[in-house]
T-cell receptor, first 111, second 118 residues
Framework: AQSVAQPEDQVNVAEGNPLTVKCTYS??????LFWYVQYPNRGLQFLLK??????LVKGSYGFEAEFNKSQTSFHLKKPSALVSDSALYFC?????????FGTGTRLQVFP | DAGVIQSPRHEVTEMGQEVTLRCKPI?????LFWYRQTMMRGLELLIY????????DSGMPEDRFSAKMPNASFSTLKIQPSEPRDSAVYFC????????????????FGPGTRLLVL
């Protein structure tokens, strides 16, 4: 069965430092992976997705994600964090007919 | 360009009352999804439609919940009667045709309706 795991409930990082939000997945077949961000009292906003091709995927707001097939991971990264990046981040994998979401990781960027 | 539109944004009601949530998908999208988000259960898919036809309603919690999509630009999620445990944020999302043969499609979410049942 397809699944995703976000091992960290919260990630804290200082503004200007690089950030990583972790995601691992389990699928049968080719993985189709997504990252969404949820700001307070807002809906989920699509950040980026991996379908095929380059392992480094670039998305919105300066975020990127690295697909690693051997480690079954799809970690979200940003070279320099902003306070405004503080939000809830969800990793998702495409199941047979559903998007399967992780439990979310709260990113807190401190000034 | 307008994204997914949901109304109302907030709803407070009393137990036993009927609640209707509304959604307008992105123009041109063929698929519409209803999700529920709670602290305890995270994001749950309730039901989704392709071309206005319900495809998978296995996530609908019980008969008190019903969803309709009378046309390509409008959907409702109704709870009757409502109960305190229905309190949650309900999201609508839309995409181009959602099918196992098109795994690259992206779902776009609305801002959600925050429901509180007293």
């Amino acid at each position: 069965a397809q699944s995703v795991a976000q091992p960290e409930d919260q990630v804290n990082v200082a503004e200007g430092n690089p950030l990583t939000v972790k995601c691992t997945y389990s699928v049968s077949g080719n993985p189709y992976l997504f990252w969404y961000v949820q700001y307070p009292n807002r809906g989920l906003q699509f950040l980026l997705k991996y379908i095929t091709g380059d392992n480094l995927v670039k998305g919105s707001y300066g975020f990127e994600a690295e697909f690693n097939k051997s480690q079954t991971s799809f970690h979200l990264k940003k070279p320099s964090a902003l306070v405004s990046d503080s939000a809830l981040y969800f990793c998702a994998v495409r199941g047979t007919d559903k998007l399967i979401f992780g439990t979310g990781t709260r990113l807190q960027v401190f000034p | 360009d307008a994204g997914v539109i949901q109304s109302p944004r907030h709803e407070v009601t009393e137990m036993g009352q009927e609640v209707t949530l509304r959604c307008k998908p992105i123009s041109g999208h063929n698929s519409l999804f209803w999700y529920r988000q709670t602290m305890m259960r995270g994001l749950e898919l309730l039901i989704y439609f392709n071309n206005n036809v319900p495809i998978d309603d296995s996530g609908m919690p019980e008969d008190r919940f019903s969803a309709k999509m009378p046309n390509a630009s409008f959907s409702t999620l109704k709870i009757q009667p409502s109960e305190p445990r229905d309190s949650a944020v309900y999201f609508c999302a839309s995409s181009f045709f959602w099918d196992s043969r098109r795994p690259q499609e992206t779902q776009y979410f609305g801002p959600g309706t925050r429901l509180l049942v007293l």
